[in-house]
C-alpha cells in the first residue's frame, strides 16, 4: 500500500512573520501518521519553518535547488545550504521554473541528481500545456519529460528518492482542476512508463502526485483514484483549506 504524501507549495508568498503565524495555527491541527506531509515555503522562511515543525510529523520541503555545490551562482541556494535549515524534499521541475526561468529537461536532471546524491527525496513535477492537451500530444510530453528528467537514475534511487508530481500546466493557479478522470489518466500513463523504464516493482510502489487548483472540495476525489498517491497544493497550501485537504479522509 503507497503512503499518501500532501505537499503544500507556497510558492513566493508570506514574509517570515506571516509564515510563523500561519504555521503556528495549522500544525496542531495536522495530526496524521498515515499520510506523509510536507510544507515547501519560501528560502527565506525555512529555517522558521523548521523551527515550528521539527517536533510534528509534518516535514520541510524546499522549492529549489541549484545543481551545483557551491559557486559564483548569484541567488542560488544549494542542498547543503537546505539541509542545513532541515529540508528532506525539494520540488524540482515545476512547470513555472520551466517556463519563467527557461529551465530544461537537463538541468532538471542535474537537480534530480544532486538531490539523490545528498539522500533527499526530489518531487519531479511533469505536465503538458493546454495547447498540448487539445493536440492530443499530453503523453508523448510527459513520457519525453519523465525520461529525460530521469535520465542515469538507477532503480535503487527511484525506489528511495523520487515521488513523481503531475501537474497539468493549465490548471495551476487558474482554478481549473482536471477532472478525477483526466488525472487518473495520467497517473496511471506515467506509472506505466516508470515500468517500461524500470519494471512493475517500482512502477507500482513509486508515489504519484496530483497538482493543480486542489482545494477541499475536490481533495477527496481526486485522492481516491487508484493511481494518486497524494497531492501537490499551491493556492489552498497558504489557507486553513491544506488542514482539509490533509484530513480529506
Known amino acids: 500500500m503507497r503512503k499518501k504524501i500532501i505537499a503544500g507549495?507556497?510558492?513566493?508568498?508570506?514574509?517570515?512573520?506571516?509564515?510563523?503565524?500561519?504555521?503556528?495555527s495549522i500544525v496542531?491541527?495536522?495530526?496524521?501518521?498515515?499520510?506523509?506531509?510536507?510544507?515547501?515555503?519560501?528560502?527565506?522562511?525555512?529555517?522558521?519553518?523548521?523551527?515550528?515543525?521539527c517536533q510534528t510529523n509534518v516535514k520541510l520541503g524546499a522549492q529549489n535547488v541549484h545543481y551545483e555545490d557551491k559557486g559564483a551562482y548569484t541567488g542560488e541556494t544549494s542542498i547543503d545550504m537546505l539541509i542545513s535549515a532541515g529540508?528532506?524534499?525539494?520540488?524540482?521541475?515545476?512547470?513555472?521554473?520551466?517556463?519563467?526561468?527557461?529551465?530544461?529537461?537537463?538541468?532538471?536532471?542535474?537537480?534530480?541528481?544532486?538531490?539523490?546524491?545528498?539522500?533527499?527525496?526530489?518531487?519531479?513535477?511533469?505536465?503538458?500545456?493546454?495547447?498540448?492537451?487539445?493536440?492530443?500530444?499530453?503523453f508523448k510530453v510527459?513520457?519525453?519529460?519523465?525520461?529525460?528528467?530521469?535520465?542515469?537514475?538507477?532503480?535503487?534511487?527511484?525506489?528511495?528518492?523520487i515521488i513523481i508530481a503531475y501537474e497539468p500546466i493549465w490548471a495551476i493557479g487558474t482554478g481549473v482542476t482536471a477532472t478525477s478522470m483526466q488525472a487518473q489518466e495520467m497517473c496511471k500513463f506515467i506509472r506505466s512508463t516508470i515500468a517500461k523504464m524500470y519494471n512493475e516493482n517500482i512502477a507500482e510502489n513509486i508515489r504519484i502526485q496530483y497538482g493543480g487548483s486542489v482545494k477541499a472540495s475536490n481533495a477527496k476525489e481526486l485522492l481516491s483514484m487508484e493511481d494518486i498517491d497524494g497531492a501537490?497544493?499551491?493556492?489552498?497550501?497558504?489557507?486553513?483549506?491544506?488542514?482539509?485537504?490533509?484530513?480529506?479522509?
Open 9 to 24: 507549495n507556497w510558492k513566493m508568498n508570506y514574509t517570515l512573520s506571516q509564515a510563523e503565524e500561519f504555521v503556528t
Open 87 to 138: 529540508v528532506e524534499y525539494c520540488i524540482v521541475g515545476h512547470s513555472e521554473r520551466r517556463q519563467y526561468f527557461n529551465e530544461t529537461d537537463e538541468i532538471v536532471n542535474k537537480k534530480v541528481k544532486k538531490i539523490i546524491e545528498k539522500d533527499l527525496k526530489a518531487i519531479l513535477c511533469v505536465g503538458e500545456t493546454l495547447e498540448q492537451r487539445n493536440n492530443n500530444e499530453m
Open 232 to 249: 501537490l497544493v499551491g493556492g489552498a497550501s497558504l489557507t486553513n483549506d491544506f488542514v482539509a485537504i490533509v484530513n480529506y479522509d
Open 28 to 53: 496542531k491541527q495536522i495530526n496524521v501518521d498515515d499520510i506523509d506531509v510536507v510544507l515547501c515555503p519560501n528560502f527565506v522562511s525555512l529555517d522558521r519553518v523548521y523551527d515550528l515543525i
Open 142 to 161: 510527459v513520457e519525453d519529460q519523465l525520461v529525460k528528467d530521469l535520465k542515469d537514475i538507477t532503480k535503487e534511487q527511484i525506489k528511495r528518492n
